[in-house]
């Protein structure tokens, strides 16, 4: 049974940069694609981007400029970086695995962590 | 970005209700369609992949159909536990986009 775990600071001042790490548990992070997915109550679920084990990202163009998703095989954990952060930035992040069908077409989130609250305030 | 709209906004039912719920795709998105259950303090938990497959473990109480532009999630007998958010999402191109959510409430 995989688990996914979010970590970081709750607090972040704007302008700074949000890091947030997830640790996961009960599956190989060289397996799968990793997200992060942010809820906020203006903006409903967001999907953020993926990264794979080999460097190979995909991001949401809304946020592309300031995102950077890696992933550390050493510590099967993966991690997002948000720069330039404003108070639209607050919001619940999650940690989520995608899976990919056998034909590699059709995807879904199945795995997905706690969720962490990131609020963005001086 | 694709365009993914649910109805109603909210829905009140009562235990043992059949129950069904819309999401609306816009351009059209085949079956690449997912529905999401969210509880209050919980993060989404998947109910139904590629617009009709039943997620592992989820009760076969819940159905999911359609193709294209218009897909429907079923709930065949409401259970105390099926009260939640429930969201669907497409997974035809990036960015992958969520619909707003529809709140289902006992009545």
């Known amino acids: 049974q995989v688990q996914l775990q979010e970590s970081g600071p709750g607090l972040v001042k704007p302008s700074e940069t949000l890091s947030l790490t997830c640790n996961v548990s009960?599956?190989?992070?060289?397996?799968?694609?990793w997200n992060w997915i942010r809820q906020s109550p203006g903006k409903g679920l967001e999907w953020i981007g993926y990264?794979?084990?080999?460097?190979?990202?995909n991001y949401n163009p809304s946020l592309k400029s300031r995102v950077t998703i890696s992933v550390d095989t050493s510590k099967n954990q993966f991690s997002l970086r948000l720069s330039s952060v404003t108070a639209a930035d607050t919001a619940v992040y999650y940690c989520?695995?995608?899976?990919?069908?056998?034909?590699?077409?059709?995807?879904?989130?199945?795995?997905w962590g706690q969720g962490t609250l990131v609020t963005v305030s001086s | 970005d694709i365009q993914m709209t649910q109805s109603p906004p909210s829905l009140s039912a009562s235990v043992g209700d059949r129950v069904t719920i819309t999401c609306r795709a816009s351009?059209?998105?085949?079956?690449?369609l997912n529905w999401y259950q969210q509880k209050p303090g919980q993060a989404p938990k998947l109910l139904i992949y590629?617009?009709?497959s039943l997620q592992s473990g989820v009760p076969p109480r819940f159905s999911g159909s359609g193709s294209g532009t218009d897909f429907t999630l079923t709930i065949s007998s409401l259970q105390a536990e099926d009260f939640a958010w429930y969201y669907c999402?497409?997974?035809?191109?990036?960015?992958?986009?969520f619909g707003q959510g529809t709140k289902l409430e006992i009545k």
């Open positions: 989520v695995r995608v899976v990919f069908s056998s034909s590699g077409s059709q995807n879904w989130f199945d795995s």
């Open positions: 009960g599956a190989s992070i060289t397996s799968f694609y």
């Open positions: 990264s794979y084990y080999t460097g190979s990202t």
């Open positions: 351009p059209s998105i085949s079956t690449f």
């Open positions: 590629a617009s009709s």
């Open positions: 999402q497409q997974s035809y191109s990036s960015p992958y986009t």
